[in-house]
């Protein structure tokens, strides 16, 4: 713990006040004291290259969900020379992949989804501080696809996955601090993973893909769902960490 303290002190001190210390600073580290997310502190995170403000405090962008973001983002711009893609960043919470996808792939378009005012009012203002032009995104308040409408050539999702049965799992700040909405995918953990993986179909185009994120567990749930739809191809990939995190569904 105190190499912990000492870490987040001067991690804040460098990235939020450029190395010089005034009476918020020491207010900051109170707030580190009492278990508050070093980012929310810091109030942003950078991905992939974007700055991602957190000052609604959505669910804090992994590292994790970086890495699969970045192979994702390649495999797109290998399989594509259109002029305009349309993909769909659903569970979209701060915004911070359909960003970078923006950032990354020019001929990209996204549309942003999610459940929550805050999340849409984050996103908006994530768009915003990356300088992303009007023309190139909408903001859509849904419920997984309930107001969705139109075909994509590719959607992401990193929706609620947590399993209330491995609750113990979850270190206590994420569940103090990070928006509990963020976190639980029901009892098994898959229930907005099966709402997806159900409709995505209606809402891809011919040959499609999802890029979806789980949790290492559930691989074997998840391919059982899959083989019970009508998707042509499905593959697995792993983590930076060796553990198995995302996976592509193609139409």
Known sequence: MKNYLSRAREWLLQEK????????????????????????????????????????????????????????????????????LKILDIFAGSG????????H????KVVFADKYTRSIKQIKLNIKLNKISPSRYRVIQSDVFDNIKGKFDYIFANPPYISKEKAYRVKESVLQWEPQNALWGDKDGLFYIKKLLQQASNYLKVQGKIFLEFDDYQKKAIEKIIKQLNY?????HKDQFKRWRWMEVVK
Do not use: M
Request: some cysteine; proline content about 5%; charged content about 30%.
């Open 232 to 236: 042509s191809f499905y593959v697995f």
């Open 96 to 103: 911070c992949i359909g960003i970078s996808i923006l950032k």
């Open 17 to 84: 006040y450029q190395g010089r210390t005034n009476s918020q600073y020491f207010n900051d580290l109170e707030r580190i004291k009492k278990g508050e997310p070093l980012d929310y502190i810091i109030g942003f995170k950078k991905f992939l290259d974007c700055h991602i403000d957190l000052s609604q405090k959505p669910f804090i962008p992994r590292e994790e969900t970086e890495y699969w973001t970045e192979k994702a983002i390649e495999i797109i711009k290998k399989e594509n020379t259109k002029n305009n």
């Open 105 to 108: 792939i020019p001929q990209s």
